[in-house]
């Protein structure tokens, strides 16, 4: 496959199946359209027992009651992941590992405007805690999208909450998703013991700037994303137009399963979020944070203190994009030695 959709992932669903085909499988990488049948060639047997492992690990995962007869069935990542999207409970929007441990400490990661959490995964065996994964309210259609850092804070911190025991929560961000983990912390921080908070390359909040509108933000998105896979852009395009979903899902940029419905959310998911970035003003929060920043200017680093005055402000090379981040050796070296120090 090639593509700028090739060697990604939809949804933290479909990123889950894909890492246990790659556990499970004597294959160096996965992608979307990875077969079990092409992958194992070592006869029905054995590919039998690896789709029962395959199950194994996505029932501890995600409690959805699946099969070994039904991986080996369904046959490719994408499709097993449709399966578990159909079964899943989609009210929570917390993903949790397979062995979470209330008792331990974990670092919490809220998504982006992207809405999805999963890119965190990435750093799973480079840092010496559970990871657990905030992917945005109502992406799934299970809650009205929230509109404002304040609600989305609202909801992850009840969920939050439910399921957090003595183990330290580090609360982390990337971009709009390092002001809702500081607005959680803002919430969190009577109920449950806190490390700290960290923001990765987060813009410093300017309340008084006015942004694009939701609808415009909706549309400018919807043609990035098929310029992703035509390599052009288009002048305009309608969430609902059939054409649209077609090239989309023939670029890998949707789901098979997807529909108008389910686009549209994540368009307006990505809106929602810009226009609650633009409009936040938050009080002053007195804690341990530290700002990942790609060069960032004094400016920011003057705004970001007025608000932060315990802040530390960290500069990393890289784009504005969560996986060139978590890429950076001393990224990863920074982040894993302010964990160590926080346990």
Known sequence: MTGYYANRFRDHLEALVADAYLRELSVTSVTARTSLRAANGRGDRARGDRAEAIAARLRSATNVDI??????????????????RFKADSASCLELPEDYD????????FHSASGNAFAIQMLRDELP?????????????????PGSIEQFADVYTEQLAQISGSGK?????????????????????????LGFVAMFDTPAPA?????????????????????RVENHMRPSADPKDTEVIATLK?????TWDADSDALERQLRVFARVMCAADGYAPAEY??????????PSMHDAERWSSILPEATFHSIAGEHYEYSIFRNPEFIRTLKGLILDAL
């Open 67 to 84: 099969t070994g007869a039904d991986v080996r069935d369904l046959d490719t990542v994408e499709a097993v992941a449709v399966r578990l």
């Open 102 to 109: 209330p008792a331990r400490p974990a670092l919490v990661y």
């Open 129 to 145: 805690i559970q990871l657990i994964g905030v992917h945005a309210a109502g992406l799934a259609g299970e809650q009205e999208i």
């Open 169 to 193: 929560l580090m609360l982390t961000g990337f971009s709009g998703g390092g002001l809702i983990a500081l607005e959680v912390a803002r919430r969190l921080r009577s109920a449950v013991p």
């Open 207 to 227: 309340p008084g700037e006015k942004g694009l509108s939701e609808a415009d933000l909706m549309e400018g998105r919807l043609r990035e994303l098929l310029r």
């Open 250 to 254: 023939k670029g890998l940029a949707l």
């Open 286 to 295: 007195r804690g341990p944070v530290h700002h990942f920043g790609l060069n």
